[in-house]
């Protein structure tokens, strides 16, 4: 196909300005994987010049959107022929209506089954490892996941582990705090059914969880992880609480931003020497651009609706399909600097339990921590995409028609202010009982997340990442 992109002169001149003296993971920081841009001593030195990338890869699941689409999912896996199919709950959902429509289903088809009913919401290491284990134990051939993203992560993951029966967790882990090693073989076949409106993990390759022992989230990214199936009924959605509302749809909202303006895929850094290692998270690129921009604008509209009114079942269903518009875009470009600081603030929270999540642990919701950051973090990359920025600020109502490029940042992050504002949305990282005196360790939380922070479209290290959450301890 035939992709606008700008001169090589142009890609040159971005890439020295983001690369020279860099100190993030993916433009040479300390303590972590040079990439090597125009000029640099150790291209000149080296006795063959690497290619930079050049491709980009568009992955998604199969999706079914419709009201009432889960009674189907029997016959989906009758159809596989499966034989012992693991079902994947959280003890909530195990109450409430979407488990019930899968079981029945199941039962019509005659398909056998067990259901593991114990899914940490935000998993951990260990929560994760009690679902490998039970998995491994079962033995199923075919998984089905019924819950929001903790849910589907934890059934990406035990699928992966049973399959590779042999494999320690960290195996598959990201680097630097795992091994990064491929999916090289299939998995088996995954059907998710999403039962919030936020996290697209229906749509990708990604498992995140909590990794105790390092204070910090990470996670496993591999196309082979997508689910075979998302099945997206807006009546699994329909018993959400407000609060998990509000925090599901802010993490599309953040999904869509930080795919949409992400560093460009061709100036990632090298090209690998096998399709297999090029990641799943690659890059703004034109195809996720579409998706993304879209949910943001379907964000802006339904999610206030959908906070402000239970009763509002419109703007529900189009924060479901939001949700795996962004799932997709994201999926494939990745997130970046939003995302980066919240493994950190969620990782380290000691002492916040958010309001109408039922937890037996502190917890701040995935999509509360990465909006938080979302005014500062646009503050900061505004320079580097001006005219997206201002897009977005526009889609978010700001008045942009007199907007000077150089103020795109922080007419962007005015807008966020107003918008999680008028959401109810916690004021700042200080909400959640952190200080200045956090910031520190909240750095070095962040640090190894090596996956996002390298799609940031600005040189991001330690000070960088300093100013951002000292910025938000506040927002309003």
Not at 10 to 39: D, E, F, I, K
Not at 128 to 145: E, H, L, M, S, T
Not at 276 to 294: C, E, F, K, T, V
Not at 438 to 463: M, N
């Amino acid at each position: 196909m035939s992709i606008l992109r700008p001169s090589a002169k142009t890609v040159s001149n971005l890439m020295r300005m983001v690369g020279t003296s860099c100190s993030c993971p993916a433009h040479s920081a300390r303590g972590t994987t040079h990439v090597h841009h125009p000029g640099c001593s150790h291209r000149r030195a080296s006795a063959s010049t690497p290619r930079p990338e050049y491709a980009f890869e568009m992955a998604t699941s199969t999706v079914r959107v419709g009201t009432g689409a889960t009674q189907e999912i029997g016959m989906d896996l009758a159809n596989l022929k499966s034989k012992r199919v693991m079902v994947f709950t959280d003890p909530n959902i195990a109450k409430l209506h979407p488990l019930k429509a899968v079981v029945e289903s199941l039962e019509r088809a005659k398909v056998n089954f067990t259901v593991f009913k114990d899914v940490r919401v935000e998993p951990s290491d260990k929560s994760f490892q009690d679902a490998i284990d039970a998995a491994r134990k079962y033995n199923p051939d075919a998984i089905v996941a019924v819950g929001g993203g903790s849910t589907i992560d934890t059934a990406k993951a035990a699928n992966l582990y049973t399959v590779f029966g042999d494999a320690h967790l960290l195996d598959f882990v990201n680097a630097p705090l795992g091994k990064g090693r491929p999916v090289d073989r299939p998995l088996l076949p995954l059907i998710a059914v999403p039962t919030t409106a936020g996290t697209g993990s229906e749509c990708t390759g990604s498992a995140i969880f909590d990794l105790k022992e390092k204070g910090a989230k990470t996670g496993i990214a591999d196309r082979a992880l997508k689910p075979m199936l998302g099945i997206i009924d807006p009546l699994n959605t329909r018993s959400m609480p407000t609060q998990v509302r509000l925090a599901s749809g802010l993490d599309v909202l953040c999904h869509a931003i930080e795919s949409y303006t992400a560093i460009p895929y061709y100036m990632r850094g090298e090209a690998p020497a096998n399709p297999l290692q090029r990641p799943a998270y690659q890059g703004s690129n034109p195809i996720s651009d579409i998706w993304s921009s879209h949910a943001l604008r379907m964000v802006a509209k339904a999610l206030p609706r959908s906070v402000a009114n239970p009763s509002d079942t419109e703007a529900q269903d189009t924060m479901t399909l939001a949700a795996a518009y962004a799932g997709i875009g994201f999926g494939n470009g990745g997130v970046h600097l939003m995302h980066g600081c919240s493994y950190g603030i969620s990782g380290l929270n000691r002492s916040y339990y958010h309001p109408e999540y039922v937890s037996d642990h502190p917890l701040c919701p995935h999509g509360i921590s990465v909006a938080v950051t979302s005014p500062a973090v646009a503050e900061f990359t505004g320079s580097m995409h001006p005219d997206r920025h201002l897009e977005i600020a526009q889609v978010l109502g700001a008045d942009v028609t007199n907007a000077k490029r150089d103020d795109a940042g922080a007419i962007l992050g005015d807008a966020l202010r107003r918008f999680l504002k008028d959401l109810g949305v916690p004021n700042g990282i200080s909400a959640f009982g952190y200080t200045s005196a956090d910031i520190g360790a909240l750095v070095d939380s962040i640090l190894p997340q090596h996956r996002v922070l390298k799609l940031s479209p600005r040189q991001t290290g330690a000070e960088q990442i300093a100013s951002i959450l000292e910025r938000s301890l506040t927002n309003y």
